[in-house]
């Protein structure tokens, strides 16, 4: 497993945004497939990011990152929510270190907690042509205080 250096908090990039949830999104029973929450903990990321002004197409284009690829993904699941609910999806930069930073993720329905979620992303560049084909960079100073807020 990669390793990662979260070194503490970060003061603040934070995006909140809803989720309706279709019936695509249930499994036989009814419920969310857990699937699902990773997907939507994946795109809160990239929206996060785009309110921030760090698309992708940013990324690769001003700084020649490759993107912030997923080293580490984890969730706690409290509570079931099913087809036509509407979830509250929060997430902040919790940590930032010299090549990674962690997103915390809260989705809820009418303030209960359904579940909660962590992602490891590092900063990955372009390897050289005789190496692997992406390498993880120490982030730049631009992108480390615009994940800051």
């Known amino acids: 497993m990669p390793t990662t250096d979260a070194d503490g908090p970060a003061p603040g990039l934070s995006h909140r945004r809803p989720i309706a949830v279709t019936w695509?999104?249930?499994?036989a029973a009814g419920v969310?497939?857990?699937?699902?929450?990773?997907a939507w903990f994946d795109a809160s990321t990239h929206a996060m990011l785009d309110a921030a002004g760090l698309s992708h197409h940013r990324l690769k284009a001003e700084f020649g990152a490759l993107g912030t690829p997923l080293v580490r993904a984890e969730a706690d699941f409290r509570a079931s929510a099913t087809f036509g609910d509407t979830l509250t999806a929060e997430c902040r930069v919790a940590a930032i270190g010299r090549r990674s930073f962690t997103v915390e993720h809260r989705l809820s329905l009418g303030g209960r907690v359904v579940v909660e979620g962590r992602e490891v992303r590092v900063w990955a560049e372009p390897g050289p042509a005789d190496g692997p084909p992406m390498i993880v960079r120490p982030l730049p100073d631009a992108i480390r205080r615009a994940l800051t807020g």
């Open 32 to 38: 969310v497939f857990y699937p699902r929450y990773y």
């Open 24 to 27: 695509g999104d249930c499994d």
